[in-house]
C-alpha cells in the first residue's frame, strides 16, 4: 500500500491515473498535480474512486518540494514536460523521494536529447538512497525492455537492434500529433543520430526511409530513421551492439504539412517578437493544435511497436523480433485515451507499480533496461499490452 504523486495532466498523464486507479491494492493513495488543476480535476472525474488533486509549477523547485512534503508520497511519477525533468529530479532529493520518468531530459531552448545531465545526478541519488528509474514509457521504455528481454532469453550476443514504432492509427485531421506537439515536432526535426561500429553517425533528420510490413495483418508503411534517446543508453548497457537505429512511421500528409511549416518559421523554437511582445512559434503553433488528449474517440487503427535484434546464440546466427499491437479504438473505451499515450502510460505505472512493490529496487540513477526484465513483461501482459515474440529468417529494411 503506497501513496504515489504523479505530476502531468496531459494524454499519459490521465492514462497512468487510470490504471493506477485500477490497482488500489499497490496505489492506495494517489495525487495529481499539474500547472492546470482544472485538467487534473477532469481526470479525477473519469474515475471510479476518489483521488486528490493539486496545483504545481513544475518549473519552480521550492513549489514542487512544498507539494511533495505534504503529499508524503512513497514515489513522483513525472509524466510532465521533459524540459521539467531536472526541477522534479532536486525536488525529490530535497525531499528524500523516489523518481521515475518517461523521457529523458531536454533543454527548452536546444533541440537536444541526451541523458547526460540526469545521469549526472548519480551521486547524488546514490548517496541519498534514492532510486530514479529513466525512461519507463514505451519508446524509451518497452522497447529498452524488449531489448533486455530477448538478450537475456534468445542470445548470447546481440550484435544488431532496429527499433521500430508504427502508427497506423487515423484521427482525421490534416496535421495532428498523437502527444504534446512542441515535443513531437522538435523530436522528429532533430539530426537524425544512428550508431554503428563503436560511435554515433548524424544525418539529417529522416533522410533514411524504408519500407516495413506489420505482423498480423496491421500493414505496410513507410518508416523513417531517427534518432531517439534509448539508443544513447542501450548501446552503454549492450556493448556488443554493433549497430543500433530507431525507425517511425509517417505519413504524407503528416511530412508534407511538417515540411511547409519548417519553410515558414512555424517550427522554430526561437522566440521572435510580434506586435511588441515575444512569442516562440512552435508554442504558438501547439496552441492551434488539436489537443492530443482529445484525439481519443477519433482515432481508428493500431500501432504495432517492436525491436528487432540480431546475434549468436550457439555459435549460430540468430534474429529475434517482439512487439506489441494495440487498437486504438480498445485504449480509448478503456481508459478515454488513443493509443500513443496508453502505450507510454501503461509501462509507467508498470514500472511505479514494481518500485513501490520491491521487485525492482536500487540507489541512483537507472534506466529501465538495467532491471530485470521479466515481471515488466509478465506487467505488460497483464495490464493491457500483451506482446509476441517470433524468430525471423532474415530481416533488411529496403528504401
Sequence with gaps: MSKVLIIGAGGVGAVVVHKCASLPETFSEITLASR?????DAIAAQLSRPIKTAAVDAD?????????????PALVINVALPYQDLTIMDACLATGVN?????NYEPLDTAKFEYSWQWAYQDRFKEAGLMALLGSGFDPGATNVFTAYIAKHYFDEIHELDIIDVNGGDHGYPFATNFNPEINIREVTAECRHFENGDFVTTPAMSRKASFTCP?????????????EELESLV???PTLKRAQFWMSF????????????????????PVEFQGQEIVPIQFLKALLPDPSTLGPRTKGKTCIGCVVKGIKDGKEKIVYCYNIKDHQDCYHEVQSQAISYTTGVPAMIGAKLMLEGTW?????????????????EGLNAYGLPWTVIELDSFELSD
Design 36 to 40: 492546470t488543476k482544472s485538467k487534473c
Design 60 to 72: 519552480n523547485v521550492a513549489e514542487l518540494v512544498a507539494l511533495i512534503e505534504a503529499e508524503k
Design 99 to 103: 523518481y521515475l520518468d518517461t523521457a
Design 216 to 228: 498480423e495483418g496491421v500493414g505496410t508503411y513507410n518508416i523513417y530513421r531517427m534518432y531517439h
Design 236 to 238: 552503454v548497457n549492450f
Design 251 to 270: 505519413g504524407d500528409s503528416y511530412l508534407k504539412h511538417l515540411e511547409v511549416l519548417g519553410n515558414v518559421g512555424m517550427t522554430g523554437i526561437e
Design 361 to 377: 529496487q536500487g540507489q541512483g540513477i537507472f534506466n529501465i533496461e538495467q532491471m530485470d526484465p521479466d515481471p515488466f513483461m
